[in-house]
């Protein structure tokens, strides 16, 4: 790493120290959103990732909002970034969480908890997938799940007819 990373580094910690984040952990992130330099968003959800190239070191941040997942990828020595706190250490064996972007909701921070009735049901109908034009989009009968290069035109709704059925 350069001298002038380091230099850089250090400067931004000094206006804002930055806590040891670890993948699997529960942060809360507040921004400063560039366009109204008034209005701090809260960003809270599991680091699935870090990327660690020094000042340009960045987080991924996954968070369950209406029953889809997002993903937030945030350079955390970034000016705009005001403050990043530890709500929980969480301990993890994998370096990459990306496995809970097809796993059950349980893991994820969010303040609704999910019934056991409906994680039977998604198991039972999980194998109904419907690719979209790109492979990183998945549209199921529960919603999107799009990631972050996917264009939203590209997740429409769909539905499932009875087949079997006679009239």
């Known amino acids: 790493m350069g001298i002038l990373h380091k230099r ?23 921004l400063e959103v560039p366009e109204n330099r008034r209005r701090v968003s809260i960003y809270k959800g599991i680091v699935m990732s870090r990327q ?4 340009h070191t960045t987080i991924r941040i996954r968070r369950i909002i209406a029953g889809i997942g997002v993903e937030i990828v945030f350079p955390i020595y970034s000016p705009n970034i005001k403050e990043i706190k530890v709500v929980k250490h969480r301990k993890v064996r994998r370096a990459r969480l990306y496995y809970l972007r097809t796993s059950s909701p349980g893991f994820q921070p969010s303040t609704e908890s999910s019934s056991a009735e409906h994680l039977r049901s998604s198991k039972e109908l999980s194998s109904f997938f419907f690719f979209g034009a790109r492979s990183s989009c998945i549209i199921s009968i529960y919603g999107a799940s799009c990631y972050q290069r996917t264009a939203p035109f590209l997740c429409l709704p769909f539905c499932i007819f009875p087949w079997n059925e006679s009239i």
């Open 52 to 55: 660690n190239a020094g000042i």
């Open 8 to 30: 850089a580094i250090e400067a931004s910690e000094t206006t804002r120290p930055v806590p040891d984040l670890r993948t699997g952990d529960i942060v809360e992130i507040k």
